[in-house]
């Protein structure tokens, strides 16, 4: 079946710039994730979704960062006046939302603010 | 505040021996581990789990053995292959109320193995 995807692959953008970043889930996944991967480092967390509803956005760096899931399905990471410290690669991943069960991740979305 | 540390940043191993990756953890509330690989420009994949309620998990080629005690888990290979190559992340997860939740990373470590 189909995996986790994410779009678009890659995203330039100039600073001060809003850029919205699309995952699709495997489809019956009701957990979705969003990290955040710099250069030499891990995944970093930065919001869970169970359903449509946000059940941890501890990892939000700050409120020019915000994501949806409005029908439990596909989400949307949107961030505002684009900083160049953004630049990353966006990680998506869902699962079946029950405990000690493994994360899928998408392709990433590599963002770069000039 | 680095939760989990992988404090080896990379690794060569020859073709058919054993590839060891360690990984530590601080928080005792963790009670799930993961090992992710990672080629470029993609996205992690999933390798192999252990709960906090064993200490050793075995998949083929792969095993994933924790010590709570020590906070430590490693992931054992063999026989190691070339196209075992790739980076690989330790994860870990403190489970509430059988729901899922998020992964904390390590920084990886990056496998080399050679012919």
């Known amino acids: 079946g189909a995996g986790v995807s994410q779009t678009p692959s890659n995203k330039v953008t100039e600073k001060g710039k809003y850029v919205e970043l699309r995952c699709d889930p495997i489809?019956?996944?009701?957990?979705l994730y969003w990290y955040r991967q710099s250069l030499g480092q891990g995944p970093e967390f930065l919001i869970y979704?169970?359903?449509?509803?946000?059940?941890?956005d501890s990892g939000l760096p700050n409120d020019r960062f915000f994501a949806v899931r409005p029908e439990g399905s596909v989400s949307t990471l949107k961030i505002q006046r684009t900083e160049r410290g953004d630049s990353a690669v966006y990680l998506c991943?869902?699962?079946?939302?029950?405990?000690?069960?493994?994360?899928?991740f998408g392709p990433g979305t590599r963002l770069t603010v000039l | 505040d680095q939760q989990v540390k992988q404090n080896s940043p990379s690794l060569s191993v020859q073709e058919g021996r054993i590839s060891i990756l360690n990984c530590d953890y601080t928080?005792?509330?963790?009670?799930?581990f993961l090992w992710y690989k990672k080629y470029p420009a993609e996205g992690p994949t999933f390798l192999i789990s252990?709960?906090?309620?064993?200490d050793k998990n075995e998949d083929g080629r792969f095993t994933v053995f924790l010590n709570k005690s020590a906070k430590h888990l490693s992931l054992h290979i063999v026989p190691s292959q070339p196209g075992d190559s790739a980076v690989y992340f330790c994860?870990?997860?403190?489970?509430?109320?059988?729901?899922?939740?998020?992964?904390?990373f390590g920084t990886g470590t990056r496998l080399q193995v050679t012919l």
């Open positions: 991943a869902s699962s079946s939302g029950s405990s000690y069960n493994e994360q899928f």
């Open positions: 489809s019956g996944h009701t957990a």
């Open positions: 979704f169970q359903g449509t509803g946000a059940a941890d």
């Open positions: 928080n005792s509330m963790f009670d799930y």
């Open positions: 252990i709960s906090s309620i064993k």
């Open positions: 994860a870990a997860s403190g489970s509430l109320s059988g729901t899922a939740s998020k992964l904390t």
